[in-house]
Structure formats: C-alpha cells, structure tokens
C-alpha cells in the first residue's frame, strides 16, 4: 500500500505571495489532517478535513485554508506569505477521524 | 486551555533504559499517542493508550494515568537508532490531537 504523498517537497516564495500544497493520503483513508512544524514548537494543528467537509480547525489566521476532494486528496493554501511561515507543513491520513495517523514526508517551504 | 508538557531533551547510554514524561490538560480526553520523529523524516506511529495501564511493544512500552493526566515512553536496551524526537500527543473531546513539542533524545555509545 502507497504511504501518504506530498507534492513538492521543497518550495521557495517570496513574501506577499501564495502557495498551494498538495497531499495524497494512504488509499481508503478519508481524514486528511494538516500541520506546521517548526523548531521548538512541536506540531501546530492547521486543519482537518473528513469526507470534503472541514471537521477541525486550528488557531491560525484566515490566510491559512484548505479543502478536500472527492478522492481525498487535499490541498491547503497559503496567502500573502509572511517570513514566519516558513515551516514545515505535514500532512496526515487515518481511515477513521480517531484512529492512528500516517503522515507524508512534509513541504519545506522557505519564504525569503 | 490545552496544554501538553515533555522535556526538551535528554541523552541516556547505548544500552541503557529511558523513560520520557509526558503531561497533558486537554478539554475531555480520548486517548494518547507516541510517536517518533527522525531528523528530516515525518513521524512515525509508536503506541496509543487509552486505558490506565502499561502497553508494552517490545523494546519500547507505554503508560497512562488518566486520573494525573500524565504518561511515559519507556525505552530499554538503547540503541544508536533510537536518537530520535519522541513526540506525545493528546485526544480531546473532539478528537483533536494536542502535541507537546517533543523530547529530542540523545544516544551515546
């Protein structure tokens, strides 16, 4: 069975800009969580997405967003980037919104 | 609020047994996770309690006390693979993990 997939793994932006990130959970997974490393702080939680409806949210600004599609893939955006997104960004599958997650190897994103 | 507390870091003796702590207030609770987190790799699965009571898994157990909101990662015979971050992580009423920031654990020979 395929592990989750991210795309890309490396990213640089500028700030002001956007980015799209992209995730590919383990097949017949439906929960599709997102978070932000970075050193020192653990993992951050951005959201999480069952069946394309968002189920949890964490405590991150609006310019933070994503959604989930009918495969489950999921995506999640950042707008106007800012220097201290840069991060990090995991994703994690789990067939059920309980159970055990699997996380892909994560984007880098570097924002100069 | 929700609160997860681990130790930052600790070095222990190829060989050797090492208990990392873990404690944790969260709104409700659903269980706890372990997981472990090579340098540059995603974190992989290690244990989930949910029950008071030690788990064991071969080298590594794990342990709940819900009454203490409190657990630990046990690690025996130590090897150099094990240098790793241990990250703990809390259930809450809804489900949603609450994440200390992980104990980098240091091997040496």
């Known amino acids: 069975k395929a592990g989750v997939t991210q795309t890309p793994r490396y990213l640089i932006k500028t700030r002001g800009q956007q980015v799209t990130l992209s995730c590919s959970p383990i097949?017949?997974?439906?929960?599709v969580s997102w978070y932000q490393q970075t050193p020192g702080q653990g993992l951050q939680f951005l959201f999480e997405?069952?069946?394309?409806?968002?189920?949890n949210k964490g405590n991150f600004p609006g310019r933070f967003s994503g959604r989930q599609f009918s495969n489950s893939r999921s995506e999640m955006n950042v707008s106007t980037l800012e220097l201290g997104d840069s991060a990090l960004y995991l994703c994690?599958?789990?067939?059920?919104?309980?159970?055990?997650?699997?996380f892909g190897p994560g984007t880098r994103l570097t924002v100069l | 609020g929700q609160n997860i507390d681990q130790p930052t870091e600790m070095t222990a003796t190829e060989g050797a047994i090492v208990q990392i702590n873990c404690t944790y207030q969260?709104?409700?609770?659903?269980?706890l996770f372990w997981y472990q987190q090579h340098a540059g790799e995603a974190p992989t699965f290690l244990s989930y309690?949910?029950l008071d009571g030690l788990e064991e898994k071969g080298r590594f157990s794990s342990f709940l006390s819900r009454s203490k909101g409190y657990s630990y990662l046990l690690l025996k015979e130590l090897q150099m693979k094990d240098s790793a971050s241990y990250l703990c992580?809390?259930?809450?009423?809804?489900?949603?993990?609450?994440w200390g920031a992980g104990t980098k654990l240091i091997i040496k020979p």
């Open positions: 994690a599958s789990s067939f059920l919104t309980t159970g055990e997650q699997f």
């Open positions: 997405y069952f069946s394309e409806t968002q189920r």
């Open positions: 309690n949910v």
């Open positions: 097949s017949g997974h439906r929960s």
């Open positions: 969260t709104s409700g609770f659903n269980g």
């Open positions: 992580a809390a259930s809450d009423s809804n489900y949603q993990l609450i």
